[in-house]
Protein backbone atom coordinates (compact mmCIF):
# COMPACT_ATOMS: atom_id res chain seq x y z
CA UNK A 1 0.00 0.00 0.00
CA UNK A 2 2.97 2.30 1.22
CA UNK A 3 4.81 1.51 -2.40
CA UNK A 4 1.57 2.26 -4.32
CA UNK A 5 0.74 5.52 -2.63
CA UNK A 6 4.42 6.91 -3.45
CA UNK A 7 3.97 6.09 -6.64
CA UNK A 8 0.60 7.21 -7.83
CA UNK A 9 -0.20 9.56 -5.01
CA UNK A 10 -3.40 9.97 -2.90
CA UNK A 11 -6.40 12.54 -3.12
CA UNK A 12 -8.66 13.65 -0.19
CA UNK A 13 -12.02 15.34 -1.13
CA UNK A 14 -14.47 16.24 1.44
CA UNK A 15 -17.81 17.16 1.84
CA UNK A 16 -20.27 18.67 4.41
CA UNK A 17 -23.95 17.25 3.83
CA UNK A 18 -26.79 17.96 5.58
CA UNK A 19 -28.28 14.48 7.06
CA UNK A 20 -31.73 15.04 6.78
CA UNK A 21 -32.54 17.07 3.68
CA UNK A 22 -28.86 15.44 2.13
CA UNK A 23 -27.69 18.59 0.80
CA UNK A 24 -24.45 19.42 0.36
CA UNK A 25 -23.59 22.47 2.80
CA UNK A 26 -20.07 23.37 2.02
CA UNK A 27 -18.04 24.06 -1.13
CA UNK A 28 -15.75 20.83 -1.91
CA UNK A 29 -12.09 20.77 -0.53
CA UNK A 30 -9.75 19.06 -2.48
CA UNK A 31 -6.47 17.76 -0.96
CA UNK A 32 -3.52 15.61 -2.59
CA UNK A 33 -0.25 14.74 -1.59
CA UNK A 34 2.57 12.71 -4.11
CA UNK A 35 0.96 13.65 -7.85
CA UNK A 36 2.97 16.34 -9.14
CA UNK A 37 5.45 19.64 -8.50
CA UNK A 38 3.66 22.50 -6.11
CA UNK A 39 3.14 24.46 -9.26
CA UNK A 40 1.03 22.07 -11.32
CA UNK A 41 -0.06 20.51 -8.31
CA UNK A 42 -2.07 23.61 -7.33
CA UNK A 43 -3.26 24.60 -10.74
CA UNK A 44 -4.75 20.46 -11.07
CA UNK A 45 -6.48 20.69 -7.72
CA UNK A 46 -8.06 24.04 -8.33
CA UNK A 47 -9.64 21.81 -11.70
CA UNK A 48 -10.52 18.88 -9.40
CA UNK A 49 -12.46 21.11 -7.21
CA UNK A 50 -14.57 22.50 -9.90
CA UNK A 51 -14.68 18.87 -11.06
CA UNK A 52 -15.92 17.88 -7.39
CA UNK A 53 -18.32 21.21 -7.64
CA UNK A 54 -20.36 19.99 -11.23
CA UNK A 55 -20.87 16.29 -9.48
CA UNK A 56 -22.48 18.38 -6.53
CA UNK A 57 -24.21 20.15 -8.95
CA UNK A 58 -25.48 16.94 -10.59
CA UNK A 59 -26.40 15.42 -7.28
CA UNK A 60 -28.43 18.30 -6.19
CA UNK A 61 -30.57 18.37 -9.40
CA UNK A 62 -31.16 14.79 -9.09
CA UNK A 63 -32.27 14.91 -5.61
CA UNK A 64 -34.75 17.64 -6.47
CA UNK A 65 -35.75 16.38 -9.84
CA UNK A 66 -35.46 12.93 -9.36
CA UNK A 67 -35.98 12.28 -5.79
CA UNK A 68 -33.05 9.61 -6.47
CA UNK A 69 -29.97 9.39 -4.77
CA UNK A 70 -26.61 8.87 -6.21
CA UNK A 71 -23.98 7.34 -4.27
CA UNK A 72 -21.68 10.32 -4.56
CA UNK A 73 -18.72 8.97 -2.86
CA UNK A 74 -17.91 6.84 -5.23
CA UNK A 75 -19.29 9.18 -8.46
CA UNK A 76 -16.17 11.34 -6.88
CA UNK A 77 -14.05 8.81 -6.94
CA UNK A 78 -14.63 7.40 -10.00
CA UNK A 79 -14.45 10.78 -11.51
CA UNK A 80 -11.03 12.11 -9.83
CA UNK A 81 -9.76 9.13 -10.97
CA UNK A 82 -10.55 9.73 -14.55
CA UNK A 83 -9.50 13.04 -14.03
CA UNK A 84 -6.36 12.83 -12.85
CA UNK A 85 -5.82 9.56 -15.21
CA UNK A 86 -6.28 12.49 -17.84
CA UNK A 87 -4.04 14.96 -16.38
CA UNK A 88 -0.97 12.83 -15.68
CA UNK A 89 -1.09 9.68 -16.41
CA UNK A 90 -1.47 8.14 -13.09
CA UNK A 91 -4.58 6.68 -11.02
CA UNK A 92 -3.77 8.01 -7.48
CA UNK A 93 -5.85 6.64 -4.45
CA UNK A 94 -8.82 8.58 -4.15
CA UNK A 95 -11.02 8.84 -0.76
CA UNK A 96 -13.80 11.40 -0.90
CA UNK A 97 -15.36 11.89 2.51
CA UNK A 98 -18.85 13.04 2.54
CA UNK A 99 -20.11 13.99 6.27
CA UNK A 100 -23.12 13.65 6.92
CA UNK A 101 -24.20 16.22 10.09
Same mark, same amino acid.
Not at 46 to 56: G, M
Not at 84 to 98: E, M, Q, R
Given at each position: DRRQLGEKGVVFSLLVRNAESRRILTTAEVMAKGLASEQVELWLL?? $? /??? @?? $? &? %?KDYELQLTTQ? %???? +??ETIRIELRRF? +? $?? +?? /? /??? %? %?? &? @?LDL
Open positions: EE $A /KNK @VQ $A &I %VG %VEMD +LQF +L $AN +LG /K /KPT %V %VP &I @V
